[in-house]
């Protein structure tokens, strides 16, 4: 997160009742990205699209790409990401994003694009879409917001749920023996030829939220060599849905969410040897 | 100019280079599969990007994606194709995308046979895909028109921004006649809205269809709705052939008029007083013409590849002032001129 010290022009103002006042000069340990649009956002508390917004318009603020990036957002949640995300934008039929980032990217090769999509969106109606652009090696980047449900249409079982949780379309539990078990979406992905870099982060914890970050960065970076798709799964949290408190979310993410969904790095790039910290755990 | 033998399909794809479309998306499909093969060879040799896709729900979005970013983009496919991209020709009005699309109809319904058909009609003027919206739809009805009417598309599709569709059929896209390709400008309007990534001096771009207040989605319903009123005010395109002193008139378009044409012509050797009024846009309908004709004709007879479709906009046109009759072959088959002329003849009784 970019610091610096916060110099004011003058170092005394003049207040109202005429009596000459100090200020203090403050260094600066945090603001929001330029980038990020400054309104409310329309998510639950404590929902971490957010802060997944916040995460990739960081790295188009930091690597001052902002004239060149376009992102792709369909249906669920994020929709609204053009509200917030102060670039230019593509909303996508549900499912679609893949093919939509394969038409911008396709015409425009030198552009920074990306896709943000829900598990909903991309591992059920969307996976063929996905699937194909990442075989082709699409040069796109693609932030896959795992959060286990449907969050938009209030919380149904999604090809990501876990074995056993309990959504308003499983109510007794998700049954593998009914609806077989959660997909593996960023080792499935890590299958196909086309994938360049195929990672799993999280949001749950401020170091968590770091190695985030700089997946994001090296996959940004990586979009200039042309050499393939950059998939960021990133487990997330649906509060509302998941009928918990915001803390307990996180700790969900971590205690369970990521025992059936591994954390860290699935395929890096062979030539560069680079790996997010943290490695595969 | 010189006038070259190409299939139907053929002219289109070259016709699509020379009008400068910049990308293609398709997946095959007889009877239109010639598309996507002739332009697999000719659009890398001009840096133009062609690619399969893995679905019809691919290309659609691939267009969308292109469209967007102020790209000329097209796709074409038959029936069962057109069905898959319905949601995203939805989307691509909603979002008010410049593009061209071409259905080569076949017959249906369901997987149906690669024969000719006229059975979308419905589907290609009346919606097809959800919500509250109209495209432009060209009938070519020869070699010629396959050609002459991508570029006209494409420049209504930039005009209007708005999908326009060509609504040819399994016929006229496998037949080979002479194609004469005219000098064609391509004048680029400018696409302020396109995301092509925000520079400082701007404020972002967005390509959405989501209005997510009644009250804005109004505006913008309202918004396409004038669109669409202008569409139909100047956009009507129809032709007429031995109109002039006739008493009984054919209605066809696409393959069937050319099936009427010839009619006509027997008609007249028998001192039968036919003519042929061939519908070139169907979406907007030649409405108020048609409903000049009425009060001069005995008799309109719609002729169709499908079960009696266009036949309610040629009512809804006459508004009872005249009978307006049906006939159809369906299926994929074919009538024959005389076929057509022995039905009329016996509405004639
Ligand atoms: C064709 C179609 N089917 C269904 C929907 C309804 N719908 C909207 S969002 C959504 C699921 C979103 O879930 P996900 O992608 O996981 O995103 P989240 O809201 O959880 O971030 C569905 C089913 C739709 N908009 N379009
Ligand atoms: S429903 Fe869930 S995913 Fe959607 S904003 Fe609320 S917490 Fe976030
Ligand atoms: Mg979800």
Redesign the pocket.
Known sequence: MPTEELLLPETTVTASCGAECAIETYEEVYRKPATLVDVNMHYCPGCA?SLIHKLIMEVVEDMDIQEKTIGIA??????FAYDYMDIDMQEA???RAAAVATGVKRLMPDKYVFTY??????A??GIGETIHAVNRGENILIVF???A?????SG?M?PTTLNGMKTTTSPNGRSAELTGLPIKVAELMAQLGGAYFVTRQTISSPNAVRRTKKALLQAFQYQTLKKGTCFIEIL?N?PSNWKMTPIESMKFIDEEMAKTFPLGDIKVPVTINTKTEGGIQ | MEAKLMKGNEALAEAAIQAGCDAYFGYPITPQSEVLEYLAVEMPKHNRIVMQAESEVASINMVYGAAGAGFRAMTSSSSPGISLMA?GISYLAGAELPCLLVNVNRAGPGLGTIQPGQGDYFQATKGGGHGDYRMIVLAPASVQEMADHVFLGFDLADKYCNPVMILSDGAIGQMMEKVVFQPYIHNKVDKPWATVGKPASRNRNFITSLHIRPEDMEVQNQKLLDKYNLMRKQEVRYEEFQTEDAEYLFVAYGLSSRICQKAVDLAREKGIKVGLFRPISLFPFPYQRLEVLASQVKLMLSVELNTGQMVEDVQLAVKGKVPVEFYGRLGGMIPTPEEVLLHLEKLMQ
């Not at chain 1, 369909?74 to 929709?79: A, K, L, R």
């Not at chain 1, 999509?117 to 991309?122: F, R």
């Not at chain 1, 449900?149 to 249409?153: H, I, R, S």
């Open positions: 699209h369909p249906v669920g949640c994020s929709v039929a549900h499912g999509q829900g598990d909903g969106d991309l059920a109606i917001v795992n959060n449900v449907y969050g938009m249409t149904q999604a997330s649906c | 949601e």
